[in-house]
């Protein structure tokens, strides 16, 4: 396959430059400078500002030829028409990597332009990023060269050809704790594409699922090729949208994409094992539950019917999941006669005991522990989705402890959780859940629904 080890450039520089650094807060040159600055990159940082002696503290150069030493990565903020004689100094310094930040390209009918830029690049074996892009974060090289700023480590790549669908997604990310290994926006993708990354995030191994929101690929059969290879490594999620005439013809729009059927394409996608979200929000759910999976994930068609037991201490939550659930096309199986004694005996007398398990309002995190324990064994459980009604302290050391019974008892089944309600306790819980690579959902139906992505549902 690809492997693109000249992409190493742009995610493991060395040195950086950042070819039109501002000593102007509001502009791109300054945002991106100051998010590098402070995201902690340890190498070098050279601005590039014929105007200025010094931004941020840090020297500034007249051009990247009066830069001492190699540079491994050039950023450039500067217009279009100054983009060529750029990437022929980015040459001269021995730059690998580019990263074009500036629009005013094909997105705009400037097609000649974008062809110079890229046929000097290419001449000069530079590898690009964008144009008319938001930029690249990898958290691993503590390298924001982007915005916003997004330090929180993790193991999901966001691959977007959207700048702000990818900015979401790691902003959510950063908010519930569980971080995130990249977010790379494609813009015109004049050279690299969505293939090479799908590719070099399969074999990262700071990555563990590879989240991909495109509008058209230019190379259908050897997209599919690639995530084939790759989904054998690392789940993909993929956001496309254009399900309808008028969306698909703004996508076609959009940096000049080709959108092509909807339909065939997430058909193409289920048929390799690629994860298809139809909303932003199940774009980031479905990577979040296999994230925290570990990539485990079950390939369409593998398990069916596949089981879950849901435990609520919120009745009516309890019967949005299992609406959630028929829709899915998930069982929620009846409780053999054996595993309803056996609860019967351990739990009070006025749980209404069921599948959905009604635990009722007045639980402890305990008395989950005790109905997981006592359905642990039932083979026709494949997950259990956990919803805490209002405060529960202590759910999430419970949670953690299920977590890791299952795992001793070589047990495949997943635990997801919904806390609703729950206020601070609630939201401080969750991120302890995040921690401990546990998916936690504010919605029994986002909770539902995740599970359907570990089902190979979507």
């Known amino acids: ?18 070819v039109g650094a501002s000593a102007n807060p509001e502009k791109i040159g300054h945002i991106i400078l100051k998010n590098m600055v402070d995201g902690g990159f340890k190498g070098s940082i050279y601005p590039i500002n014929p105007g200025a002696d010094e931004i941020l503290g840090r020297r500034a150069y007249p051009s990247l030829l009066d830069v001492p030493g190699d540079v491994d990565l050039v950023v450039v903020v500067v217009p279009a028409k100054v983009v060529p004689s750029t990437m022929k100094q980015a040459g001269e310094k021995k730059a690998g990597g580019a990263i074009i930040i500036t629009g005013g390209f ?15 690049a290419k001449s000069l074996g530079i590898r690009v990023i964008g144009p008319n892009c938001q930029g690249v974060n990898y958290t691993g090289s503590s390298l924001c060269a982007s ?7 993790g193991k999901m790549a966001i691959i977007s050809q ?27 993708k004049a050279d690299v594409s969505e293939i090479d990354l799908i590719d070099y995030f399969s074999h990262d191994p700071n990555t563990g699922v590879i989240s991909l929101y495109v509008e058209g690929t230019g190379d259908g059969r050897k997209f599919m090729e690639v995530c084939r290879d790759a989904v054998r490594r690392k789940p993909i999620v993929v956001l496309r949208p254009g399900r309808s005439s008028k969306g698909r013809k703004a996508a076609e729009s959009h940096t000049k994409s080709i959108a092509g059927s909807h339909r065939i394409f997430h058909a193409a996608c289920r048929q390799v094992g690629i994860t298809s979200a139809s909303t932003v929000e199940d774009f980031y ?33 309890g019967i949005i999941a299992v609406d959630c659930a028929e829709e899915v096309g998930i069982e929620i199986p009846d409780l053999n006669e054996e595993a309803v004694i ?5 739990l009070p007398s006025h749980c209404v005991v069921r599948n ?30 956990l919803i805490f009604g209002d405060p529960i302290p202590r759910a999430d050391q419970v949670v953690a402890r299920l977590k890791s019974s299952l795992v001793s008892k070589n047990s495949d089944a997943e635990i997801v959780v919904c806390y ?14 995040h921690r401990q690579g546990i998916p936690a959902y504010p919605a029994p139906e986002r909770a539902m629904r995740a599970i359907g992505a570990l089902a190979g549902k979507f």
């Open 342 to 346: 056996r609860l019967k005996e351990a």
């Open 420 to 433: 609703i309600g729950g206020g601070t306790i609630g939201q401080e819980e969750a991120l302890s859940m």
């Open 162 to 188: 959207s700048g702000t669908v990818g900015a979401a997604l790691g902003e959510w990310a950063e908010l519930d704790g569980i971080g995130i290994s990249s977010c790379v926006s494609l813009g015109n």
């Open 147 to 153: 915005w916003p700023l997004i330090k929180a480590k």
């Open 1 to 18: 396959m690809l492997r693109n080890e000249s992409l190493d450039s742009i995610f493991k520089p060395s040195s950086v430059a950042v």
């Open 285 to 317: 759910d479905f990577s979040k539950a296999l994230m925290c999976a570990g990539g485990r994930r079950l390939l369409p068609g593998r398990m069916d019917p596949y089981g879950v037991a849901v435990l609520t201490s919120s009745g009516g939550s």
């Open 356 to 385: 959905p398990l009604d635990l009722t309002g007045d639980t402890s995190a305990e008395r989950y522990e005790t109905a997981v324990s006592e359905l642990s064994s039932s083979t026709d459980v494949d997950a259990f989705l």
């Open 106 to 120: 094909r997105e705009i009918g400037n097609d000649s332009l974008e062809q110079e830029v890229i046929d000097i």
